[in-house]
């Protein structure tokens, strides 16, 4: 059976791009060599390497050795958070990898307001004169919500002018995760105004289990993982070639195209949005910040159906979307995203989560609308039969 | 230009062996889902991935549930080194993964007889009563050695049985970084009597940034890395399933041939030393344990050749060897391995690590050897004009 497939949960994994496969290719087989060899074809894939972390890092406006590779952005996060030791604030709406991190040592976690954005003020009120790290992510996971973050840093940077005056030498940074919305929103660190940020490769397109953490010169990491003292000292462990030429080529392809893709994306988006809309009327509850959102985001809630059944009977025809995140730590249970934005129970458990990108047609989404119009139907006939 | 390559450097990085590639393709594209969503083709690939975690594991007689999957064996050590808060016996010759994460912590480096074995006596002689980890490579990296872990692991079990007689509670473990030797000689975790082990698909012919760390039973460790909850909570991350499908394939592969490839490997490895002993005498130095050695192991001395020269001489006729192991921190140093067995200066300096495996075939090794010989009497030549 080979029906058409309607990939709705880019914001849980994406293909590897071919063109990315292609240049990764080399570096499986001929290119196999291990970067600290001595001989020539290995200085040459050492090169090599650190020119594809040059590529990657000129994506976000930084530069290669300012980059740290390590397999995944729950690992960069872990890494960031790992370069304090003072109290840390971040948001109660932050992917499972922040949030686990932060719990383990002293933290305050801001509250996001009904959309979904954590506002620089709350921010402001949470700062203590022992907080050395402030981290909130770029776009929200599961309603799209992109964070102010240059407001953020605004609140941060001032906090350390007055540290500086008053000749308080601890320092305090600005982290992000952005592993939602490369490739839809700007992501330039100078312009975001952060001290670090997480990216993830496996979420453009690129390999799974590559990322990267950014940071600012005078930033100090310290580092998880010790041993021969790759990546200078920060992440040890022989080079992933191979992931970071890949990475590199993802980051370089969704950057390029980001401009004409997030118009593309958002024309989806709304015009999926209006057909639901006038499906539902007042049943249906979008969520997040409509105005601030990544284009291909759209999170909808019909209180009363059950999310989880009709995800598993929209798969039936091929609709493969989410209700929440998917990470382990959130299977069967109601996802602290929606409830920290004031979601109802029903609300929550009537929620869908759709992340449009490169598998999002005009024609497929069009189809796949009409399938979940179809669905939500039949469900809300069936609950009153 | 297409000169021949005879790669003598397998210790340092393998190719992945083209049947592995081809299991991993499909995860690439097609079977690029999220193994945590919901949808029927992600559960399926988490089934996919537990399946080949349940192989990878019969591998070493384990169970898929007692693998803990990381991005690396150096990440695989630093997690069982970070299981135990307590005193930490190693040796002086394991790799700098177990080195540096040792060295963060109170412990005792056994330092290893002349042919690189660490005995169980020294190890039993460090043992502190607040000993909670014994850290013991299966084969050294540049040497070739092969400890007698069974012995080792005789010392840790009757310290077990000795704490328990006096109602001590403190535990103690027996972690082995396999990194080197898998595919060439038994790694069977019973048989080993370790308790917990590390193991390296990029050492194997499978992808790089892959690798395992085995668990027993009982063994609790604490996460270096938060979040999701993959990997039982012991290693957040969406989890890499390519990476583990190619893994899997490539440790089966691996131990199929096991057998046949460990004769084929000695044969071709004691013809080429023969060579070279006939052609230097007793001007040649053979290092490592000459009855308990990997079998694609040879480590030779020339005291008084340059080995780095030569080294860079080799290439120009496509023949790829290191002097020592290739990590960063090496690079520029004497081998700490080599310092440790008691060699003088010019003994390190004028060595060669020739690690044969799959691209060594009876001919191309014959003909490196012959070029090898040909160089190091060049050099011969020009130090003696």
Same mark, same amino acid.
């Given at each position: 059976?080979?029906?058409?497939?309607?990939?709705?949960?880019?914001?849980?994994?994406?293909?590897?791009?071919?063109?990315?496969?292609?240049?990764?290719?080399?570096?499986?087989?001929?290119?196999?060599?291990?970067?600290?060899?001595?001989?020539?074809?290995?200085?040459?894939?050492?090169?090599?390497?650190?020119?594809?972390?040059?590529?990657?890092?000129?994506?976000?406006?930084?530069?290669?050795?300012?980059?740290?590779?390590?397999?995944?952005?729950?690992?960069?996060?872990?890494?960031?958070?790992?370069?304090?030791?003072?109290?840390?604030?971040?948001?109660?709406?932050?992917?499972?990898?922040?949030?686990?991190?932060?719990?383990?040592?002293?933290?305050?976690?801001?509250?996001?307001?009904?959309?979904?954005?954590?506002?620089?003020?709350?921010?402001?009120?949470?700062?203590?004169?022992?907080?050395?790290?402030?981290?909130?992510?770029?776009?929200?996971?599961?309603?799209?919500?992109?964070?102010?973050?240059?407001?953020?840093?605004?609140?941060?940077?001032?906090?350390?002018?007055?540290?500086?005056?008053?000749?308080?030498?601890?320092?305090?940074?600005?982290?992000?995760?952005?592993?939602?919305?490369?490739?839809?929103?700007?992501?330039?660190?100078?312009?975001?105004?952060?001290?670090?940020?997480?990216?993830?490769?496996?979420?453009?397109?690129?390999?799974?289990?590559?990322?990267?953490?950014?940071?600012?010169?005078?930033?100090?990491?310290?580092?998880?993982?010790?041993?021969?003292?790759?990546?200078?000292?920060?992440?040890?462990?022989?080079?992933?070639?191979?992931?970071?030429?890949?990475?590199?080529?993802?980051?370089?392809?969704?950057?390029?195209?980001?401009?004409?893709?997030?118009?593309?994306?958002?024309?989806?988006?709304?015009?999926?949005?209006?057909?639901?809309?006038?499906?539902?009327?007042?049943?249906?509850?979008?969520? /997040?910040?409509?105005?601030?959102?990544?284009? &291909? *985001? @759209?999170? %909808?809630? #019909?209180?009363?159906?059950?999310? +989880?059944?009709? !995800?598993?009977?929209?798969?039936?025809?091929?609709?493969?979307?989410?209700?929440?995140?998917?990470?382990?730590?959130?299977?069967?249970?109601?996802?602290?995203?929606?409830?920290?934005? /004031?979601?109802?129970?029903?609300?929550?458990? &009537? *929620? @869908?989560? %759709?992340? #449009?990108?490169?598998?999002?047609? +005009?024609?497929? !989404?069009?189809?796949?609308?009409?399938?979940?119009?179809?669905?939500?139907?039949?469900?809300?006939?069936?609950?009153?039969?």
């Amino acid at each position: 059976m080979s029906q058409p497939v309607y990939y709705l949960d880019h914001a849980a994994a994406t293909p590897i791009d071919e063109r990315v496969l292609a240049v990764m290719r080399p570096y499986f087989s001929e290119k196999f060599y291990n970067p600290s060899s001595p001989y020539a074809p290995a200085v040459a894939i050492r090169k090599e390497y650190e020119d594809a972390k040059h590529i990657l890092a000129q994506t976000i406006g930084a530069k290669g050795d300012e980059l740290v590779i390590t397999a995944g952005a729950t690992e960069s996060i872990n890494l960031a958070i790992h370069s304090v030791q003072g109290h840390i604030i971040s948001s109660s709406i932050e992917h499972h990898a922040v949030l686990k991190a932060v719990e383990s040592r002293e933290h305050t976690l801001v509250n996001p307001n009904k959309k979904g954005t954590i506002s620089a003020d709350a921010v402001k009120l949470a700062l203590r004169s022992d907080t050395e790290l402030v981290s909130v992510q770029l776009a929200n996971n599961e309603i799209g919500t992109i964070q102010p973050l240059r407001d953020i840093a605004a609140v941060v940077l001032a906090e350390r002018a007055r540290r500086v005056e008053v000749g308080d030498s601890r320092p305090i940074y600005l982290h992000t995760d952005a592993s939602q919305g490369f490739g839809q929103i700007d992501v330039n660190v100078a312009r975001l105004g952060v001290d670090m940020l997480s990216l993830n490769s496996g979420k453009m397109y690129g390999p799974k289990q590559v990322a990267l953490l950014w940071c600012k010169p005078g930033v100090r990491l310290s580092p998880l993982v010790l041993g021969g003292g790759q990546e200078r000292g920060l992440r040890s462990g022989t080079e992933n070639v191979a992931g970071v030429i890949g990475f590199a080529e993802a980051a370089r392809l969704a950057h390029k195209q980001r401009k004409s893709e997030s118009v593309r994306l958002m024309e989806i988006r709304d015009t999926m949005q209006k057909k639901l809309v006038d499906a539902f009327g007042e049943m249906i509850l979008l969520s /997040g910040n409509q105005k601030k959102r990544l284009p &291909g *985001s @759209l999170h %909808i809630s #019909l209180p009363g159906i059950d999310g +989880e059944r009709l !995800v598993f009977s929209l798969e039936s025809e091929g609709v493969f979307l989410a209700t929440g995140s998917a990470c382990a730590a959130n299977q069967g249970t109601r996802s602290h995203v929606l409830t920290a934005i /004031g979601m109802s129970d029903a609300e929550a458990d &009537g *929620s @869908l989560r %759709i992340t #449009l990108g490169k598998l999002s047609s +005009e024609k497929s !989404v069009a189809e796949a609308t009409e399938i979940i119009i179809r669905h939500v139907k039949k469900e809300m006939e069936r609950m009153h039969a």
